[in-house]
């Protein structure tokens, strides 16, 4: 856990009016594709944990996915400069070498042609959802479950990924308000047991970098999701704890059910609002 947010997503935006979700893609470096940072050796040590106690929850494959899982393997392995794993499958191998999470979409015949679909990902910290039950499908079967999210981006995001190219990465960034520290929030069962009633000053703004990359042999989309969650109230500066409570209120209640904030958010939006 850090001790600050490294990014304030809600900050970007309109800072009032009505709930929208953003796409929110910009260009990617190269050079910074795989972030590293204080936490990166717990993140990396937890994933092994997590492998050991739980490998049917953080990893899942279709069959017949080996070429993109090489081919994605090989450029993290060579971006980090670390050896992969020759026991596990190489989608598994190469999300033990960075502090990310990895999924992996792949192209497959679709009735109107090539469609990508989830092939497989290796998840150890995943925001309150079910990677076994999101393999094989499209993108917008996979955000189905995400209130409002097909209405307002099902089209940008197909037209992005449409002119998404090996020669041109993106990164983008997603947040929510958890309340609970750990990384590893499935909803399997495995999961540590949730506080019952948790206090505005108990929960922790969970960050979430994600990279976007086509690549050029197999023509899969890699996503890498760096994962980070510190103490709300680290959000410290008064003008950026008003905006997450304008943030918060502009939630229509499906997103915030959606986002487990149904019972939490107006508490949350008041702690924030007089306190500092």
């Not at 049917?56 to 070429?67: D, S």
């Not at 750990?182 to 495995?190: A, F, H, K, R, S």
Request: aromatic share 8%; glycine share 6%.
């Amino acid at each position: 856990m850090l001790s600050v947010p490294p990014y304030l997503p809600f900050m970007e935006g309109s800072p009032a009016g009505d709930f929208k979700w953003r796409l929110g893609v910009r260009p990617l470096d190269l050079d910074h594709w795989i972030e590293w940072g204080s936490d990166a050796p717990a993140a990396l040590a937890y994933k092994t944990k997590l492998n050991q106690q739980h490998p049917k929850t953080v990893f899942g494959a279709l069959e017949g996915i080996e070429p993109e899982s090489i081919e994605i393997a090989e450029a993290i392995a060579a971006h980090v400069g670390a050896p992969l794993r020759n026991d596990l499958h190489p989608l598994d191998a190469a999300a033990r070498l960075v502090p990310e999470d990895l999924v992996l979409m792949v192209e497959r015949p679709g009735a109107n042609g090539p469609e990508l679909r989830f092939g497989g990902g290796s998840v150890c910290f995943p925001n309150r959802w079910d990677l076994q039950s999101k393999l094989g499908l499209t993108m917008a079967e996979v955000h189905a479950p995400v209130a409002r999210l097909n209405d307002q981006l099902a089209i940008p995001v197909d037209r992005f990924f449409d002119r998404l190219r090996p020669e041109r990465s993106y990164w983008r960034l997603g947040w929510g308000i958890l309340d609970t520290a750990d990384l590893y929030t499935p909803i399997d069962g495995t999961a540590a047991q949730r506080p019952v009633t948790p206090a505005p000053e108990q929960m922790f703004l969970r960050v979430e970098r994600e990279t976007l990359r086509r690549f050029p042999k197999t023509n899969c989309v890699l996503f890498t999701i760096r994962t980070y969650v510190a103490p709300l109230d680290t959000v410290a500066a008064p003008a950026a704890r008003s905006r997450l409570a304008d943030a918060l209120e502009a939630m229509p209640p499906d997103v915030r059910e959606y986002k487990d904030l149904a019972r939490t958010a107006q508490g949350i939006v008041e702690h924030l609002r007089t306190t500092v």
